[in-house]
Nanobody
Framework: QVQLVESGGGLVQAGGSLRLSCAASRSINSMNAMGWYRQAPGNQRELVATITSGGTTNYADSVKGRFTISRDNAKNTVILQMNSLKPEDTAVYYC????????WGHGTQVTVSS
């Protein structure tokens, strides 16, 4: 079992920044990959960014150049730095861990006002 706890969401104006954190209950070195997904009202959950155990990253086209995913192995934490936020980034952001079986956090709300 893996518990994931997200934090760092909130309300920000367009053009602003937020930093999301995902704290895992066990070593993230044991995960094949960690990632962030988001779901806006009426939409399906979509991939935002992932990072493998080897450090390879992958981003949705809509966030490339604005968002950065990173990992702090010592703290078992994955970070999503979000810059130049847009109103269309408004969503609930979920942390995901792939350990053969997938685990989800409960999500954190990000709201970007225009």
């Amino acid at each position: 079992q893996v518990q994931l706890v997200e934090s760092g969401g909130g309300l920000v104006q367009a053009g602003g920044s937020l930093r999301l954190s995902c704290a895992a209950s066990r070593s993230i070195n044991s995960m094949n990959a960690m990632g962030w997904y988001r779901q806006a009202p009426g939409n399906q959950r979509e991939l935002v960014a992932t990072i493998t155990s080897g450090g390879t990253t992958n981003y949705a086209d809509s966030v490339k150049g604005r968002f950065t995913i990173s990992r702090d192995n010592a703290k078992n934490t994955v970070i999503l730095q979000m810059n130049s936020l847009k109103p269309e980034d408004t969503a609930v952001y979920y942390c995901h861990a792939d350990r053969g079986f997938g685990y989800w956090g409960h999500g954190t709300q990000v709201t970007v006002s225009s």
